[in-house]
Each structure stands twice: as C-alpha cells, then as structure tokens.
C-alpha cells in the first residue's frame, strides 16, 4: 500500500509516525520547508528568539513535534516545499522546484489545515493590512513585525493570542477589538471548563494584555481602516455605539478559522455545513474516512479544532488507512485516541459559542466595500446580482453569483472572499446561510506556473 500524507502539521506529523512504525513509508509532502505546521511555523535559519519566545506555553509542543518531524524525515518520501494543486483518484498532482510530477498513492491522508477567516472592512485592502495568521507568521518565521504600533481587530482565541505574542516581542500594541461581547463568553464559560488548563491560558492571555494598559474594546465593531497610500488609524465602534479613532501603522484582522479542504472537494468527499463554526467540512467519521474510497482527513482541514485535536486525529486517521488496507492494527492505542478524540468536542462547541463569527456584520458590510479583492467584487455587486435572482433567475446561490460577479474566480479560489460572500448573499435573498452553498473546489486549488510545452 502506499499512502500519502499531505501537510506537515500536528496532524500530519502524527499520521507519519504511525504509519512508519506500522512498517509504511508513507510520502509526505508540505509546502512549508520542515514540518510544524501554522501552529508551530518553524523560524528561518539563524532567528535567536527562543522556543518560549515563539511559541509561549506551547513550546514543548512545538520542540516535540519539531523533533518528530525531523527523525521522520529519513523513515518518510519527505516532499518539502511542495504544493499539493490538484487530487484526482489514485493521483495527487504536485509542483516543486519548477517541476510538476503526479505522484501516485492508494491512500490519502488530508491534513491541510485552517485559514483566516475574514470580515471585509472599508479599507481592508489598504497597504498594512494581515490576517492574524500572517502577522503571526511573520513574527515566529520571519522575525519581524507587521507594523511598530499595530491594531488586532476580529475575534476567537488567535486574535488574544497574536496581539500577546506583539506585546510580548516589544511591540506597540494599540488596540485589540474583539466583536464578541464580554457576557457572550461568559456564558460559554462552564463548556469551556470542560479543557481547564486550556481555558486558563486564554484568560492569561486577556490577563496579559490589559495588565499591559492595551486599550481592549470587547462587544464592538470595526469601521474602517483609513490611511492614503497606507494604514494611518483604524476607526471602531464600541459596544454602547460611540466610535473611536486610533493610530496605528498597521492591522491585523481575522474571524475565527475556515478549513483548507479544496483537495477533499476534489478528491471527491462531500461536505456537510456546521452551524456552529458556520462552516462547511468534508463529510467524515470518526476515524477520518470519507465516503470518497481511500480518501481521510484530520485537523483542523477535516473541521476547526485545534492543535491537540489535530494530533489524535492525524494518528487515528492512520489507523485507518492501515486497517483498511488490511494491516496489523494496535487496538489498545487506537482506544485510547478514539478516548481522546470523544473528550473534545463539548470543549470546542463551547469555544465557539464563546468566539461566533460575526455574521450579522458580514451581512451589513457596506455597498462599495470590496469583498472579493482578487476580482475587486463590492458588496453592492453582490447584493445587485442576489436581486437579479428575482427577476432573471440569477444568484440564488454562491456559484451563480460567481458567474455573474466574478467573486472567488481570483488567485485564492474564493478561500478569503467566500465566507463573507455568502454571509453577504444570504442577507439579500432572505435565506439561511446555509441554503447559498460554498464555492466548488477547482484545480489548481492554489496558483501555479504554466510550462511552456503544456502552453505550446
């Protein structure tokens, strides 16, 4: 049997090892040069910042799967900076080096990970403006900063995160504006009790920064980022409705996290939406099979649920794949996993009842903000294509809207823009969020060159 494992995460390092230690040599392929992941991005060569300084209480995390990736490396069909661009059965379609090659694979195992997900706001497209994931990788891959007094705007556990890892580096931190109430996580808090240790950590992150004098508005709403060539301020509202201006030469802005899992669209896995997340997932068990034959998927790309999760998940999927092949399965380990993985759901519901993306905002974003910045597709085009639905029989639905405005046709496949973009459209037709679908995969699920002989 050969098996693929694409990504080089917590959950991607984990399948590896188990597959190795079941007398596999799996190929492993991630686009980043060593494996760890977004969670545990590993620095650039001859960075001085510590492990503490970088990863903060996750350290020994990040040290240990580091270490794990490292030994796997020679026991594996290593492919690092390679991108996975298209799945077709029994094919996964790479580039690397200038070169494409289509390498064959009975089995896949899809830990592609999360991405940012995004609220347009006027003026996001300004010079300045990151997602939290990128301000975060800058500081922990590269070693720099965003800006020297930055803005953290959006909500969920990454936005306190991120803003602590700035102020933590030396950082100006100027403002940190989470949407969601103070009262919403309040109410979330006995779910959230269920993780302990978990929860203390995020309110030593809170602790951290208002023992800091960081200006914290909790339950507000941003309204634009302002600046001429450049970001200059961003202006917010706070909760009891009154706006404020604050400098700042640079912003950081995310949502919550949406899964990465283009290549289980085509691989052909269908996809079920989650109200909670208000995300769509590929459908799976709790082993990680797909009803896509030879196809598994774990982490967070399989459904937000953190780096622990992502872990268990990677290493039960694995199981799996061996057990379907008809291969020796450890019963005791594969237990305690499926103990694991049962632990944590409750956790995570109440993590986003307690951090909800703000889809009200999304849907009131206004008329001439652009929502789709490969396109530049306004929210007004939106609207204007959902009321042509009445009439002509247009965008009833995101892929219709995508032939009739051009949103997600860009260089990310609707992976920033389609959230918003249904959030949007489904407040125009009067509809659940859920009845205007996703944006349909399509090869390549990220930009790649052309050769020359497949141009001739």
């Not at 545990?40 to 240990?64: H, I, M, N």
């Not at 403006?129 to 990128?134: D, H, K, S």
């Not at 974003?365 to 009321?387: K, M, N, S």
Request: proline share 7%; net charge positive.
């Amino acid at each position: 049997m050969r098996v693929a494992v694409v990504g080089a995460g917590p959950a991607g390092t984990r399948a590896v090892e188990v597959l190795v230690r079941a007398g596999h040599r799996p190929v492993w392929i991630d686009e980043a040069p060593a494996n760890g992941g977004r969670i545990y991005q590993r620095p650039v060569a001859g960075t001085t910042r510590s492990a503490r300084d970088l990863y903060g209480t996750e350290a020994a995390k990040a040290k240990a799967i580091h270490a794990l990736g490292d030994r796997l490396r020679a026991a594996s069909d290593w492919r690092p900076e390679t991108l996975v661009w298209n799945l077709r059965p029994g094919l996964l379609d790479t580039f690397s080096a200038g070169r494409h090659e289509a390498i064959r694979a009975e089995r896949v195992i899809l830990c592609t990970g999360a991405m940012d997900r995004i609220l347009p706001v006027p003026g996001w497209t300004l010079p300045g403006v990151f997602t939290l994931g990128g301000a975060q990788i800058a500081l922990k891959a590269h070693g720099v900063a965003i800006g020297a007094r930055v803005a953290f705007l959006g909500t969920g556990p990454l936005l306190w995160l991120v803003a602590t890892q700035y102020l933590d580096a030396g950082v100006a931190v100027a403002l940190v504006l989470d949407t969601t109430p103070f009262r919403t996580k309040a109410r979330a808090a006995a779910g959230l009790l269920a993780e302990p240790a978990t929860f203390g950590k995020g309110l030593a992150l809170v602790a951290r920064l208002r023992l800091a004098g960081v200006r914290v508005i909790e339950g507000g709403a941003p309204v634009a980022i302002e600046g001429a060539d450049a970001v200059a301020s961003v202006r917010v509202r706070d909760r009891a409705g009154r706006e404020h201006a604050v400098a700042c030469d640079a912003v950081g802005l995310g949502f919550g996290l949406k899964p990465e899992s283009q290549l289980a669209d085509l691989a052909g896995a269908p996809f079920r939406f989650e109200p909670t997340q208000r995300n769509w997932v590929p459908e799976h068990d709790g082993t990680g099979r797909t009803p896509a034959s030879g196809i598994y998927v774990a982490g967070d790309g399989a459904g937000i649920a953190g780096a622990d999760a992502a872990e268990l998940a990677g290493a039960r999927a694995a199981w799996a794949a061996i057990a379907d092949a008809g291969g020796r399965v450890e019963a005791a380990e594969v237990a305690r996993l499926d103990r694991g993985l049962a632990r944590l759901p409750p956790f995570r519901a109440a993590l986003e009842r307690a951090f909800p993306y703000p889809a009200a905002l999304a849907a009131r974003t206004p008329d001439g903000t652009i929502v789709c910045r490969c396109e530049a597709v306004t929210a007004g085009e939106l609207r204007e294509a959902a009321r042509a639905s009445h009439v002509t029989g247009g965008a009833h639905e995101v892929n219709r809207a995508k032939a009739f405005t051009r949103v997600g046709m860009g260089r990310c496949q609707g992976r920033l823009c389609g959230p918003p973009a249904a959030e949007i459209l489904a407040a125009a037709l009067g509809c659940g969020i859920a009845e205007v679908g996703r944006l349909r995969g399509q090869p390549p699920v990220k930009p790649i060159p052309i050769p020359a002989e497949a141009a001739a």
